[in-house]
């Protein structure tokens, strides 16, 4: 018992010789037994999230909340900002109780097409290593700063059943490590429980965007 509590000890002293002499060690910050996962859509593309179901690498499926717009509309029409992908504000869940993420399904309206789509993306070895990275290091460019209290995976979701995956390096650069293509569910909204209506109407500042931009498809 004496030599394994000298053992503990030595590996303590270990470790925490290694942080000193790593100042991008992460190892002693603070740290969420959480990850979080976010939604977003292109700018005016009007969006409603049905359903979240998460597979962590455990097997384990969790269910995330239902519910959740997509697509700020608050920009003038004076610019194409729905094409491509830009940073807005999405919708942030806490997967508490989940290992990293295995793959993640989500059906979702696209209301702006009047279209539900509906698909599992699978999320690769890369994206959660680089998830763990973002807690286990330091930011070279801040290395004083800790490192980030939990790992983060966004979800973009846009017309035409387009999937994006984006993760957080340590330095909070969004990376780009998968994608898939959403299939278009037979039953319409909330899985024809809703007689075929939305959770909202087209709002009008989306309907004026795509009357003078349209919807750019491809370019997401």
Known sequence: MKRLKTGFLLLSLLLMSACKNDPLSGAGDPKSDTWSIDFRGPSFMQGWIEQIVVEDIKGQLIRGPSGGGLGSNNLGLDKEYARGWRPNIGNVYTMTGADLPKRVYVRWQSIIEQITYSGWVSISENARSIMRGSTA????????????YYASLTLGLAPGGVIRVWVQDNCYNYVLVDQDQAQVEPLGPYQGRNQGRYAHPIDENSKRYVERWGIPYGSW
């Not at 290091?137 to 290395?143: A, L």
């Open 137 to 148: 290091r330091r930011c070279p460019k801040w290395p004083e700063q800790q490192a980030s």
